[in-house]
């Protein structure tokens, strides 16, 4: 509903939105005023600004980050105390006037939609308005189109509706007994009347809000109250308000000064809020510990990872006779040297026992990185403990950590690159080395290595003297020995090994053989003799090489390539073995070698192999060391 100047229109007594739009670049502040039946202020927090953004009975809400070119004021009509008869919506301008904002529009929005909507088409040029305000009538809330301004600017407003203002002068002994202010009209045009709100007649409205043309009603100023000086003309300075429905209730001089005031007048001066920068992170924020307090480098603070705390330490200078944890001097040893510090030594055995229990949960469950992980050692850091301690008490348990992860990697026969990656950042991070540790980086190296031969990831070998087919590369070169069973017994040839992208060669010192890959069945390893499976059964080759896994890797991977089996990204060979089973049959027979009870160099064994039909499942699975699975080989 559109309102004109002067109209009023019933409003829902809900949550309302009063949104205060216009078009140009200038900057309007909106106000509120909570109006007893006087007409004025109960107190000076009845003034709702930039100052003080929210009413204290939260009737009145001022939104400090509206949209650009909006103010806006949320008002609970519900929330509204009995006791307050009107409130008064106002802006103000610091720059400039009402008259050089464009499109200037007062919006009224419910839950629904909008309600109401007032557009000032002609504002004049002053710095303070009364935009309109919202009434109580016979139990209902109605809201009546105003657009009056303020010569005087804000301060002449708040202080018509009974605001005391801190102004920076002293207060007059006496009001003078009849103050005429100058007030400007939304029309333009002027009169003697005083700069204060009028009281409207409530003039009958169709329903869209306008004014029916035989409705003869003119805007009276009310009754002003003794305390503010003697009664004022209409807007035109013609006759006087006059008439019950014209008055406005007054008020004595008792009891305006019996009204409670707050101990401080209001201040209008926007309060400009200095923001402290910062302070900066330390370096790697993302690390939680003591650095240097930027606020005071004789001391240690604590850096959380997110924040600065307030947990501080003082900074104590490196001395060999005293303690560098808690600074108390070192007990001399009676054949030179100092002891160490008891107290400290005390504390942290106790901590390490606790943090050992901790720490060890943390790694079983999600691994050496996570918050979990992050969390453990930025506690030991917090104690100040030498991180060198805590990696010394967890040796144990991070070695059975790796073993495991060995294992789980070496369950399928193919190491990821992501499994291979997590091997590498777990022995980085738990800071393990020694033989065990090399041993089991080489196995991981190794079986990374015959992964990548076996999905594809072929090297390109230089052959001199060799004649090749256009487009033909050679990936494999090495000596070997052809192995050929005869009824007499087996031949070995002497001779070289040359696998390429087109075709399987071997050449001897008076023989030679060629394969191509579109005959070549399956290559496997047995008995340290590589196994080329053909179409035809005197197609086939064995031959004897110094490595055969490699071998049969490079050629596994050859005959891929060539028959376009290669596994795409994120796809698994059909011997892999999921999580959840490992799992469940490393927990069944705890970690350890089912034959012999070793808890090193651990591997997966099928106990029915894959070559006999046997299933990839936790019922045909178990856990053996390498001494043990080598032994029982391809045996049920």
């Known amino acids: 509903m559109k309102l004109s100047k002067g109209a009023n229109a019933a409003v829902p007594t809900s949550l309302l939105a009063v949104v205060i739009s216009w078009r140009s670049g200038h900057a309007v502040d909106a106000h509120a005023l909570l109006l007893a039946a006087a007409g004025t202020v109960r107190t000076d927090r ?22 650009p070119g909006t103010a806006r004021l949320s008002v609970s009509l519900p929330r509204t105390e009995s006791d307050v008869a009107r409130i008064v919506v106002a802006g ?11 499109g200037l529009t007062l919006t009224i929005e419910a839950a629904h939609g909008p309600v109401a909507q007032f557009e000032i088409t002609d504002p004049d040029a002053v710095s303070a308005m009364m935009l309109g305000e919202f009434y109580r009538r016979e139990s209902q809330w109605r809201f009546r189109a105003i657009g009056q301004g303020w010569a005087s600017g804000l301060s002449g407003l708040v202080t018509e509706f009974g605001i005391t203002i801190d102004d920076g002068a002293p207060e007059p002994a006496a009001m003078p007994t009849s103050p005429v202010r100058h007030r400007v009209s939304a029309a333009g045009s002027t009169g003697t009347a005083l700069a204060g ?8 409205s169709n329903h869209d809000g306008t004014r029916p043309a035989h409705a003869d009603r003119r805007y009276h100023p009310p009754a002003r109250p003794p305390a ?16 019950p429905r014209s008055a406005r209730t007054t008020e004595s001089a008792d009891e305006r000064h019996a009204r409670p005031r707050p101990s401080r007048p209001v201040e209008l001066q926007r309060q400009r809020h200095e923001v402290e920068p910062p302070i900066p992170a330390p370096p790697n924020p993302e690390r939680a510990n003591w650095h240097s307090d930027p606020e005071n480098p004789s001391r240690m603070r604590w850096w959380d990872g997110a924040e600065w705390t307030g947990a501080t330490v003082d900074r104590r200078p490196p001395s060999p006779r005293s ?31 606790h943090w050992h229990t901790r720490a060890r949960r943390a790694l079983t469950t999600a691994g050496p990185r996570g918050p979990e992980w992050d969390a453990v050692w930025a506690s030991l850091r917090y104690q100040r403990i030498d991180e060198g301690l805590g990696r010394a008490a967890l040796r144990d ?101 040359i696998a390429s992208n087109k075709k399987l060669r071997f050449v001897g010192t008076d023989t030679g053989t060629e394969l191509p890959w579109n005959r070549v069945v399956s290559v496997h390893v047995e008995q340290r003799s590589v196994v080329v499976a053909a179409t035809s059964a005197r197609g086939g080759a064995t031959f004897d090489v110094d490595d055969p896994d490699y071998v049969a890797a490079a050629l596994e991977g050859a005959l891929r390539v060539a028959k376009r089996l290669v596994l795409t990204p994120g796809q698994r060979d059909t011997r892999s073995i999921s999580q959840e089973v490992k799992a469940e049959v490393w927990q069944r027979d705890g970690g350890k070698c089912v034959e012999c009870g070793d808890g090193h160099y651990l591997e997966f064994d099928h106990i029915i192999p894959l070559s006999r039909g046997g299933a990839t499942s936790a019922t045909n699975l178990q856990i053996l060391c390498r001494a043990c699975n080598r032994a029982k080989g391809a045996r049920i």
Not at 92 to 102: E, I, K, P, R
Not at 197 to 204: H, I, V
Not at 324 to 350: D, T
Not at 421 to 431: G, M, T, V
Request: charged share 25%; proline share 6%.
């Open 46 to 67: 009845d003034l709702v600004f930039f100052n003080a953004p929210r009413h204290m009975s939260q009737a009145v809400t001022l939104d400090q980050q509206p949209a």
């Open 92 to 102: 103000s301008v610091d720059d400039g006037t009402f008259g050089d904002v464009t």
């Open 197 to 204: 709100p009028q009281q409207l007649d409530p003039a009958p």
């Open 228 to 243: 503010l000086g003697a009664t004022r003309g209409d807007h035109a300075g013609q006759h006087t308000a006059a008439g």
């Open 323 to 353: 303690c560098e944890r808690c600074g108390n001097p070192l007990r001399r040893k009676l054949f030179g040297g100092v002891a160490s510090c008891q107290s400290c030594e005390y504390e942290i055995e106790e901590f390490l026992t």
């Open 397 to 497: 348990v991070a070695l059975t950590y790796v073993e495991r992860l060995v294992a789980f990697a070496f369950a399928d026969g193919e190491i990821e690159q992501t499994e291979f990656e997590a091997f590498q950042y777990a022995i980085a991070e738990l800071a393990l080395s020694g033989a065990q540790v090399e041993d089991l980086r080489r196995r991981m190296y190794r079986g990374h290595t015959l992964s990548r031969l076996r999905g594809g990831d072929l090297p390109v070998v230089r052959t001199p003297g060799l004649h090749l087919d256009p487009e033909e590369k050679v990936h494999l070169d090495l000596p070997a020995v052809h192995v050929r069973q005869l009824a007499r017994g087996p031949k070995l040839t002497d001779g070289r090994l």
